[in-house]
């Protein structure tokens, strides 16, 4: 399996070949954070691609603000189904 450096190392490359932006990188205690953002015109099969990629990390999101819309992904800290189901 592969480091979450290199894993979060790809997405970038994808993110930025996806979507025109450059992906940046965020490099937290215990996990990777890749951010980009959309542009404002997105073709179907660059959008699907995307999709895909964001289904290769931990974690992911959309975020839409007034400047704009993102994407992250997150790789490493933990398995992702557990860190969203609460202690019962």
Known sequence: MCSAKTRAVALAARFTALTGQVAHVEELAD????????????????RCSLLVALAEADRYGHDVTSCGATVWAEVGGGDSAEAATPDL
Do not use: K, T
């Not at 954070?33 to 015109?41: E, F, M, T």
């Open 31 to 46: 996990r990777i954070r890749v951010i980009v953002a959309l542009p404002a015109q997105l073709n179907d099969i660059r």
